[in-house]
């Protein structure tokens, strides 16, 4: 049964930054591609950042050039690192694997950003 695990989160500062992991378990989780969504209150999920089994990238727009998304295969994990911090990143963030009709989801860890 697969199993998605997210750390990191916290309350940070704008400007700051913070590193989110994501470990999964009874998947093959090198053939799965891999995404981080979040969710703030009132707003849709959205998809911030992905990663391909293949290890191609996407970074939404609005965290292009603040936010890197890599894995370790042989971990088993997904990060994203978060750089420069602002108000507007606060959500919760979920990771997500998916590979053909399989879709599995973390958690969710918490990102605050706020002075």
């Known amino acids: 049964q697969a199993r998605l695990v997210e750390s990191g989160g916290g309350l940070v500062q704008p400007g700051g930054s913070l590193r989110l992991s994501c470990e999964a378990s009874g998947i093959t989780f090198e053939m799965y591609d891999v995404g981080w969504y979040r969710q703030a209150p009132g707003k849709q999920r959205e998809l911030v950042a992905d990663i391909n089994s293949g290890g191609a990238t996407y970074v939404t727009n609005s965290a292009q050039g603040r936010f890197a998304i890599s894995r370790d295969d042989a971990e088993n994990t997904v990060s994203l690192q978060m750089n420069s911090l602002k108000p507007e990143d606060t959500a919760m963030y979920y990771c997500?694997?998916?590979?053909?009709?399989?879709?599995?989801w973390g958690q969710g860890t918490q990102v605050t950003v706020s002075s």
């Open positions: 997500n694997v998916r590979r053909a009709m399989s879709s599995y």
